[in-house]
């Protein structure tokens, strides 16, 4: 193993997971591009798909209170039949939409398999086919790693799409951090990152600290399920330390991206711009269901380190602007920030000219963009 993984791979050891992409269908979904074939099911699928939702919600979700509205929602809809459908994926997106609306936790989706799964799995709670698709898909894209650059004044640019597993995406993060680490502010963009791994919260996180920092804590239905989350005591290559560092937010931004927008900001270490995000703070469990069905279930809650709370409801800006405009307002701000510190040197002019258009640009801007 590469000194990157044993270095990640300490470090995904002392973190949680988020919402995970991956299985069946729902990176695409996810996405909007969900062209897979429809499966006509059964009575018997449907009845053993959302009696086995029922107890993993039952079991799982961190509000008892909760839990039991739900999976009683849940049986009572299947005996009124209401989930009396043929259609795979016309099953998966009104459970999907039901959890969601009674538990008001968007965390919740079901999703269906094309080609039936082994169920029950070999060892418990796995699935070995959506791990391997899960794995190619990170892998076709990048492992979410989109966009890493110098923009004109020194400042870096990383536009990360997903969060994925450290073990197979330690050594992409480690480059990209290297790529950007002699530049004097970083721009983080998060407009388009649906979540991931709380590992790589961890990993990434850990870059911004020069010692280890207690970001949070995720709490399971028994108070005792408690672990905790700690930036790494040593990461692969240079620290991104003492310079500004800015995250851009979206209405797209959700569930492991806004867990690393708010630990970075709960610990003063990167100001947020752009939009409030949908609000997604339990970690969840993919659960397979069915050979047909999966879903995945909320199973622990997360209290942040310092606030005491966490984004449930929605990550709050630091400067507040439409996601369109964050990265200019962000680059401007970055730009503004770095200029004291270059007097009369190589990257005055570049600073003073990106300013000055930075603010033309923002000034032309269409009201309400």
Same mark, same amino acid.
């Given at each position: 193993?590469?000194?990157? @993984? ?125 791990? =391997? ?20 004044? @020194? ?8 969060? =994925?597993?450290?073990?197979? =995406? ?86 492991? =991206? ?51 709370? @966490? ?59």
């Amino acid at each position: 193993m590469s000194p990157f @993984n044993r270095a990640a791979l300490r470090v995904a050891r002392l973190s949680a997971g988020f919402a995970v992409f991956g299985f069946g269908g729902a990176v695409a979904r996810a996405q909007g591009t969900d062209e897979r074939p429809d499966v006509i099911i059964a009575m018997p699928a449907v009845t053993e798909a959302v009696t086995n939702l029922a107890k993993e919600v039952d079991v799982n979700f961190p509000v008892l209170e909760t839990s039991k509205k739900v999976s009683a929602a849940l049986r009572a809809g299947l005996r009124s039949g209401r989930y009396n459908l043929t259609s795979a994926k016309g099953l998966a997106a009104m459970l999907t939409d039901d959890l969601r609306k009674l538990s008001g936790d968007p965390h919740f989706r079901v999703d269906y398999f094309v080609v039936p799964r082994k169920f029950p799995p070999d060892v418990a709670g796995t699935d070995p086919v959506s791990e =391997a698709d899960r794995t190619l898909t990170f892998k076709q894209q990048n492992f979410g790693f989109a966009r890493v650059e110098r923009l004109a004044g @020194n400042i870096g640019y990383l536009k990360l799409d997903r969060f =994925a597993m450290p073990s197979v =995406a330690g050594e992409t993060a480690a480059a990209a951090m290297q790529f950007v680490v002699g530049t004097d502010a970083l721009i983080i963009d998060l407009r388009d990152n649906g979540g991931g791994y709380g590992a790589m919260v961890t990993l990434l996180a850990s870059y911004f600290f020069a010692n280890p920092v207690h970001l949070s804590e995720r709490t399971g239905r028994a108070p005792a399920d408690t672990e905790q989350s700690w930036t790494g005591a040593v990461v692969p290559g240079r620290r991104y330390l003492d310079k500004p560092v800015y995250i851009l937010s979206g209405p797209r931004t959700f569930s492991a =991206a806004e867990a690393f927008a708010y630990d970075l900001q709960a610990q003063k270490r990167a100001a947020i711009v752009g939009e409030t995000t949908r609000g997604g703070a339990n970690t969840v469990a993919r659960m397979l269901l069915s050979p047909r069905f999966a879903a995945m279930v909320p199973n622990a809650r997360v209290r942040n380190a310092v606030t005491g709370s @966490n984004w449930e409801g929605g990550l709050k800006p630091d400067v507040v602007t439409s996601a369109a405009l964050s990265l200019p307002t962000a680059y401007l701000a970055a730009l503004q920030a770095i200029a004291p510190n270059h007097r009369d040197d190589p990257l005055t002019a570049e600073i003073e000219k990106g300013i000055v258009s930075l603010k033309a640009e923002l000034a032309a801007a269409p009201p309400g963009q």
